[in-house]
């Protein structure tokens, strides 16, 4: 299920109320690219299951421009307790039915977020190892259809139509290409 409905707590407050809660084990959350967060800034991400006693918060991670995107698995928060020091209130709105859950998004500053640390029972993954995965493997890919066609130079028949390009060069270029996604997944964007 995709869910765009929100409703604002504050300026710097949102509440996702997630119906029949029960069965969901990963919440999905990311920027659409339509509006980047200002400078500076970036959205901590909460998460309350449905509880007799009214709604207990626990912080899953964050997004920001730089990591537009996580990927929680929350299936183990359903029967833990959440740590005091990630608690936060969502004011009035927040409320729990019985299959309700929500999630609320505060923003907040970058050097704030970065010292906040998600419950341990929380299992964060994101679209930048699937993305770095999917790079590699293309990749390879790639190499490995382009040596295929390898030749030693004195199997080449000369062919003033054509050009060729030392394998060297390309298995170079295929070493940075990984060495710098690893380094930083977004390189590319610059």
């Known amino acids: 299920m995709v869910q765009t ?3 604002p ?3 710097t407050q949102f509440l996702f109320n997630i119906p029949e809660a029960d069965n969901i084990n990963h919440v999905v959350i990311f920027m659409t690219g339509q509006t980047p ?3 500076g800034l970036g959205a901590a991400v909460y998460f309350s299951w449905p509880r007799p006693e009214g709604p207990v918060w626990t912080l899953l991670g964050h997004i920001s421009n730089q990591k537009p995107s996580a990927i929680y698995k929350i299936s183990s928060l359903k029967t833990a307790d959440s740590d005091d020091d990630n608690q936060i209130h969502f004011g009035d709105m927040s409320h729990q039915q ?5 999630v609320g998004i505060s923003v907040e ?4 977020l970065a ?3 998600p419950a341990s029972q929380v299992s964060v993954s ?3 190892p699937t993305f770095m995965e999917f790079a590699t493997k293309m990749l390879e890919n790639f190499f490995n259809f382009s040596s295929s066609f390898a030749v030693t130079q004195s199997q ?12 060297s060069t390309l298995k170079n270029w295929f070493e940075n290409f990984q060495r710098r996604l690893q380094q930083n997944p977004y390189f590319w964007k610059s």
């Not at 080449?156 to 394998?167: A, G, H, R, W």
Request: aromatic share 8%; net charge negative.
């Open 98 to 102: 019985s299959h309700l859950a929500q």
């Open 5 to 7: 409905d929100f409703h």
């Open 9 to 11: 707590v504050n300026e």
């Open 109 to 112: 500053p970058l050097d704030q």
């Open 126 to 128: 994101g679209a930048v």
């Open 156 to 167: 080449m028949v000369p062919n003033p139509t054509e050009t060729f390009v030392p394998l």
């Open 115 to 117: 010292q906040q640390v």
């Open 37 to 39: 967060f200002p400078d």
